[in-house]
């Protein structure tokens, strides 16, 4: 049962740098959804996805891209990294609105 | 604006005794649901327990509870008889019923002492 997985799990980037965290995930859920967690502010959303194709803004969406071209997948792109961006990103997916969320085991990213 | 308030950073129980992790939340929604995650130090987010804002009863999974007071806008997370593998930050979330978008407290780290 792989769940939700994350690549990397730790990533360090030079500032303006740019990369993709992967996530994917084989439950067949069509909610799919990116946080980061930065210490004293638990975990804000960043984009989420409701099915294939559609994607909207979270809470701190600036300096991220996302897209979603299949029910699996849904990568997270900095664009250009900044040392604000250092964080915990975490992927997450669940069948509906009424359950609960699974997530993945994060990654741990420094921009320096 | 809906919000999730912990107001304890830090709590320490003894091992085998009960304690409780306040979570209180803010919105104007009729329904939405009330969720507890933890967070152990190897950094995954565990879900433990789950409540509906219509559900009559407090919710039960084992030995976590969830002491909901809806006029309070309280939903407590009561872990029973604690274990050392209970040390871990825990997380208490809200999603209204119209939206996937979980807003999420600031969390609570538990030390359970031996």
């Known amino acids: 049962n792989a769940g939700v997985t994350q690549t990397p799990k730790f990533q360090v980037l030079k500032t303006g740098q740019s990369m993709t965290l992967q996530c994917a995930q084989d439950m067949n859920h069509e909610y799919m959804s990116w946080y980061r967690q930065d210490p004293g502010m638990g975990l804000r959303l960043i984009h989420y996805?409701?099915?294939?194709?559609?994607?909207d803004q979270g809470e701190v969406p600036n300096g991220y891209n996302v897209s979603r071209s299949t029910t699996e997948d849904f990568p997270l792109r900095l664009l250009s990294a900044a040392p604000s961006q250092t964080s915990v990103y975490f992927c997450a997916s669940s069948r509906d609105r009424y359950t609960e969320a699974f997530f993945g085991q994060g990654t741990r990213l420094t921009v320096v | 604006a809906q919000k999730i308030t912990q107001t304890q950073p830090g709590m320490f129980v003894q091992e085998k005794e009960a304690v409780t992790l306040d979570c209180t939340y803010d919105?104007?929604?009729?329904?939405?649901?009330l969720f507890w995650y933890k967070q152990p130090s190897s950094g995954e987010m565990i879900f433990l327990i789950y409540q509906g804002s219509y559900d009559e009863q407090n919710a039960t999974e084992g030995r976590y509870s969830l002491n909901f007071q809806k006029a309070r806008k309280s939903a407590n997370l009561v872990i029973s008889a604690s274990q050392l593998g209970d040390s871990a930050m825990y997380f208490c979330a809200m999603r209204a019923s119209g939206t996937y978008k979980y807003i999420f407290g600031t969390g609570t780290r538990l030390k359970v002492l031996a």
């Open positions: 919105t104007s929604d009729q329904s939405y649901g």
């Open positions: 996805s409701v099915g294939a194709g559609i994607t």
